[in-house]
């Protein structure tokens, strides 16, 4: 925060600081501090525009960071804008690792407009540039939206096996929130087919790691899903119970539904 707040009349910094606030992004994920990297990154980005002082690749990624946590806290209709400057920055870098991220972020947004079947197309782009780099985060990450478009199209088969290798990925590089976020999504086109015995035991094991991480977005979206299964099984007075708990964190995160 000192280093973010360093006074900078003259602008000279202003690189300095976009590159620190995407390396900073996934911090603010895991504890759900929204609001905090909402305000910094668009404040920095209004900085520069488009000055050619900054490299479009430094652009790209701070503003890829910017859509992902619009899109986390729920302001769907704020998410576009800064998704396809993304997108259009890390194309003209080259840098293929910022492409496979950036491109999740325009597939959130069609998502969100009601389009799976487009969301799914920008979801297929990212898994294969990722799956070209390295089988690492990066690939777990689409993967996990590659299974979330495709449950959302009613692809259940495809969604399973893309959640089920996002998870796969995240314990070979033993990475938690890799493992568990997968985990909450399969969980959920189980209990789309019905299969509540491994829906539950998926929850159980992504609410475990999210809570032992201290992981505040996951939680609630583990939670939702406990809740889920709980009304699913009869047990109402639970699934209220588990909803006042998840509400309450969000309130605590200042995240939307």
Do not use: N
């Not at 305000?39 to 479009?56: K, N, T, W």
């Not at 089920?164 to 909450?184: D, N, T």
């Amino acid at each position: 925060r000192g280093a973010a707040d360093w006074p900078d009349e003259d602008d000279s910094r202003i690189e300095l600081t976009l590159r620190m606030l995407p390396a900073l992004h996934w911090y603010w994920f895991a504890k759900g501090r929204f609001h905090e990297g909402h305000q910094r990154l668009e404040s920095a980005l209004a900085r520069v525009v488009d000055s050619p002082m900054v490299p479009a690749i430094v652009r790209g990624r701070a503003s890829t960071a910017l859509a992902s946590i619009v899109f986390w806290q729920g302001d769907y209709a704020a998410i576009r804008g800064p998704a396809e400057y993304a997108v259009g920055k890390v194309r003209e870098s080259g840098d293929r690792r910022a492409i496979a991220y950036a491109l999740t972020t325009p597939g959130m947004a069609t998502l969100m407009d009601g389009d799976p079947v487009g969301a799914s197309a920008l979801f297929e782009e990212a898994v294969a540039r990722a799956r070209a780099i390295a089988r690492d985060t990066l690939l777990s990450f689409t993967l996990y939206w590659h299974g979330i478009g495709a449950h959302a199209r009613g692809d259940l088969p495809l969604a399973h096996a893309s959640l089920a290798e996002a998870s796969e990925v995240g314990r070979a590089v033993r990475c938690s929130s890799a493992i568990a976020h997968p985990l909450s999504m399969r969980a959920r086109v189980a209990l789309a087919e019905g299969d509540q015995a491994r829906a539950r035991q998926w929850l159980s094991e992504a609410l475990a790691i999210h809570c032992a991480t201290g992981a505040g977005f996951g939680t609630v979206i583990a939670l939702d899903g406990v809740a889920r299964l709980a009304a699913a099984a009869g047990e109402p007075v639970l699934a209220a119970r588990l909803l006042g708990a998840s509400e309450a964190l969000r309130d605590e995160l200042r995240m939307s539904r």
